[in-house]
């Protein structure tokens, strides 16, 4: 009798080589005799992927986005003939299928396509007998064009085949042992997360927590899939990510992040009329350039200051295009600053405790780090300051709520 | 107005790099631009599949053969998505497909499989507007299984799709000029052959020209495909292959052919019992030893030697083999002989011209080289010499018959 269906997910850094192989067939194999159903998703060999783009470049630097999908999901095709015959090698059956063999339909947006169907009647099948590898972070047109999900796509694949397959749980194997209270390389006593909501892991990833991808995140809590993320060189058990339970409301902060990739850029003496700042984000959007903070000073004489942060390598272009903006709208100088670091908290407790800013304000004060930037939302603080502090900063506030040792109680 | 379609197969020598793809989408760009509606057929970039199986062996001996193809069918795909993007970098618009993609359906004999239906429907769709690339080597199963064809199943792509949408032309472009009359590191005057009838390339592909293999002509016979060998690095015209014509038959010997890579195995005092042979030969091809020449002296004294020709990786089984079959049918010594070469002739003329066999022999007895088996077919003739005198025999034969100068007429 199964005890039902798991669906584990393998990151390029867990199939880097032959040796790593073996590794996750062995994972593989054991969740397979501890009598579950097992569908595996294996992301390309560690750089195979960045090889193939390179060999695309040496030809043009615009490729067709429709041949570089064709090119690039050989990637996963390799590792995952690779993975089925390192469990045969284990004794286990095993057959591993493209995206399109088992009816991942996509949309045609070739690099980064959206599943719209998922037709899973082979892997059914299948999965009666063997286990089941599939290629992620692919899919197929109902034109029978080969498509990629882009950035993460191996862990859309993973939850959004869990969804359609009612599996018991979602397993993302990767590198680390989960997701920390804060980078274990920046403070020494971090600790390994134990539950988050979707909510604090998508505000986690997007402050540039590399285990799971804003858009993962956001697809496993559209259906409700809960998340495994643990480490493939141990069988500890990582940080589990699901919907909002009761316990997790006594936690005011689970983590603390640090973002060193972002620059500051000021319009000055913005004119105080209505629309003003609508239309400069609108032009800004439109260059392509991903804004995050925004903060406007208070108005005094009919102008304002805006200050918002971007992309560190989309300062050159956003400079260029503020100059001009500014000049549109009758604004003053721009100026910037490439030397900040952002520091944010996360808690899904934070909604019904106040003060917890003033408790991370204090934190800074106490060690003189001044604060340049502030952002709020419901369950994440972010304050900006000079780069050179980043992570003295990261270490005090984790200090400051206690995070290394044990949970902060209400 | 399109002037008809022409399938153009590129092997690996000749996509190797992104330099020499380059090269490739030139030529077919040129074709297109000749008022063509050009299909082109691509193998694996230089030695990228040996690279694939090599990763495969790391992890088993035996891998699943299924599980291979899986593997090994990126190759392709990852030429053809490269050689689109080239030939979007000049201009022309074209689009690249798997085996799948384009209906290329098979049996599931797997790394062997034979194409058993083709629909071209998507290739005729876009060949309207586009040049069609297409992954050679590989198809797929009813059961949506990804099939690769065997060695030189490029070619049988190519032949498959030149029949199925009535081309022109087929051309396989490959390392030299085309088919010679004898191997022009051996003989220096040798000359390229203008035609061919497919039975006389049959006969060459079999003794070890590698131009084109023996199940890519047989393939091109059946569907009465012409065949253009010629090379991609030149614009000169190279062999034609095709039904036999008026003209061939004028033409008594077309090229000499060498192999030096088979062993020369003698069963001693075999009994002169009806059904002894058969019961060899049966045995020795359960073990998969691919026999070539046989030979039977004239019975003395109610037993005979029986000596045949394998493959010279093949010998030390044969001789195990061949020991065992000694024993069991009360036959006498194994002899055998590493050291042999096995030259040959071939040409369409030679059914309706006799002599031909006593002119070799003549050749090669001037030169006091000692023969030491002989076989014919209708087209062929062949004789074991010393593998020392191997391209000795080649060159005065080549010589015997004018081959260099100009062809020997009735």
């Not at 867990?14 to 192989?21: C, Q, Y």
């Not at 089925?84 to 690099?111: C, Y």
């Not at 995140?217 to 060189?233: N, Q, T």
């Not at 005094?300 to 560190?312: E, K, L, M, Y």
């Amino acid at each position: 009798m199964s005890k039902g269906i798991i669906v584990q997910k393998y990151g390029g850094t867990s199939v880097a080589d032959i040796g790593r192989i073996q590794n996750v067939a062995k994972k593989v194999v054991a969740a397979k005799r501890a009598g579950f159903d097992v569908v595996v998703i294996v992301s390309a060999l560690g750089h195979s992927t960045d090889k193939l783009i390179e060999l695309a470049h040496q030809i043009t630097v615009i490729p067709s986005e429709r041949e570089l999908d064709m090119l690039i999901s050989t990637g996963e095709q390799v590792s995952c003939a690779l993975l089925a015959m390192a469990i045969h090698k284990l004794g286990e059956d095993a057959i591993s299928f493209t995206g399109a063999q088992v009816g991942i339909i996509t949309d045609t947006s070739f690099t980064k396509a959206r599943i719209i169907d998922i037709n899973a009647k082979r892997i059914v099948e299948e999965l009666k007998k063997k286990i089941v590898i599939v290629a992620g972070f692919q899919g197929v047109s109902v034109n029978q064009d080969i498509t990629t999900l882009g950035r993460g796509g191996s862990n859309l694949t993973a939850v959004a085949l869990a969804k359609v397959l009612n599996a018991e749980s979602c397993e993302m194997y990767t590198d680390v042992e989960g997701v920390f209270t804060a980078d274990p390389r920046v403070v020494k006593d971090a600790r390994k997360i134990d539950r988050l909501s979707y909510e604090e892991m998508f505000e986690l990833a997007s402050l540039g927590t590399q285990v799971l991808q804003p858009r993962s995140i956001e697809f496993a809590m559209k259906f409700g899939v809960p998340i495994h993320v643990r480490s493939s060189f141990s069988n500890k058990i990582g940080t589990i990510i699901s919907r909002e339970v009761k316990a997790m409301e006594h936690i005011v902060v689970s983590g603390v992040a640090l973002n060193k990739d972002e620059a500051k850029v000021t319009i000055c003496d913005v004119p105080d009329r209505p629309g003003i700042a609508a239309k400069i984000f609108k032009v800004i959007a439109k260059e392509n350039i991903n804004v995050d903070m925004i903060v406007q000073n208070v108005s005094r004489t009919h102008a304002t200051d805006i200050s918002f942060t971007v992309p560190g390598t989309d300062l050159h272009k956003t400079i260029k295009v503020a100059k001009e903006l500014s000049r549109r709208v009758g604004a003053g100088d721009i100026t910037f600053d490439k030397d900040i670091a952002k520091v944010s908290i996360v808690g899904i407790g934070m909604r019904s405790h106040s003060g917890v800013a003033a408790i991370m304000f204090e934190a800074l004060a106490e060690k003189r780090i001044n604060i340049e930037m502030i952002s709020t939302s419901e369950i994440k603080i972010s304050c900006v300051v000079n780069k050179k502090y980043g992570e003295k900063a990261v270490r005090v506030i984790h200090e400051k709520f206690g995070l290394g040792k044990k949970k902060v109680k209400k």
